[in-house]
T-cell receptor, first 115, second 115 residues
Framework: EAQVTQNPRYLITVTGKKLTVTCSQNMNHEYMSWYRQDPGLGLRQIYYSMNVEVTDKGDVPEGYKVSRKEKRNFPLILESPSPNQTSLYFC??????????????FGPGTRLTVT | DQQVKQNSPSLSVQEGRISILNCDYTNSMFDYFLWYKKYPAEGPTFLISISSIKDKNEDGRFTVFLNKSAKHLSLHIVPSQPGDSAVYFCAASAYSGAGSYQLTFGKGTKLSVIP
């Protein structure tokens, strides 16, 4: 089954404790992306990756890191989480980032709470 | 500056009637537009898209219209069904340089279809 998986689905942590949210897709997609969803703000892009070893900042990259060492995985790293990073996070992938190939498949989401 | 705007946070429609969701954009470099549907506790799912060279795209009950001169697109759902009740996100893609494309989302419109 074609899918994007994220782990963990729920996470409560404390300020400053490094964490990683994993994302994996099994569709051989080139393009992967991370979003956060906050009430009244919709979906905002954090980072994206056009292909292996190619990453770029989205609209709200501060406080986040990513890596793309393999095509299928795109982890999101919070080196020193803060309460303003409490949010619902989505990973997504698509065949490419251009035209009709841009229909993205989203993971189920990770709800992160930073106290 | 919000480049993709969905000015109606919510919309209620009677079952069987037409639902019209609107989206305005400001960036004339957007060349591809997409609509996503999101149910609670799930990731967004792709619904329908349209290239900037077209003015209409239809898929079953869903039709997207694009008016480039007005920088406006709309999603029509006919007939509306209770299962269509969800949050709908409008998204737009633009080339952001160095071979990269960026996808920008609106804040979403919550559609409620009343039986």
């Amino acid at each position: 089954e074609a899918q994007v998986t994220q782990n963990p689905r729920y996470l409560i942590t404390v300020t400053g404790k490094k964490l990683t949210v994993t994302c994996s897709q099994n569709m051989n997609h080139e393009y992967m992306s991370w979003y956060r969803q906050d009430p009244g703000l919709g979906l905002r892009q954090i980072y994206y990756s056009m292909n292996v070893e190619v990453t770029d900042k989205g609209d709200v990259p501060e406080g986040y890191k990513v890596s793309r060492k393999e095509k299928r995985n795109f982890p999101l790293i919070l080196e020193s989480p803060s309460p303003n990073q409490t949010s619902l996070y989505f990973c997504a992938s698509s065949l490419s980032a251009q035209g009709a190939s841009y229909e993205q498949y989203f993971g189920p989401g990770t709800r992160l709470t930073v106290t | 500056d919000q480049q993709v705007k969905q000015n109606s946070p919510s919309l209620s429609v009677q079952e069987g009637r037409i639902s019209i969701l609107n989206c305005d954009y400001t960036n004339s470099m957007f060349d591809y537009f997409l609509w996503y549907k999101k149910y609670p506790a799930e990731g967004p799912t792709f619904l329908i898209s349209i290239s900037s060279i077209k003015d209409k795209n239809e898929d079953g009950r869903f039709t997207v219209f694009l008016n480039k001169s007005a920088k406006h697109l709309s999603l029509h759902i006919v007939p509306s069904q209770p299962g269509d009740s969800a949050v709908y996100f409008c998204a737009a893609s633009a080339y952001s340089g160095a071979g990269s494309y960026q996808l920008t989302f609106g804040k979403g419109t919550k559609l409620s279809v009343i039986p």
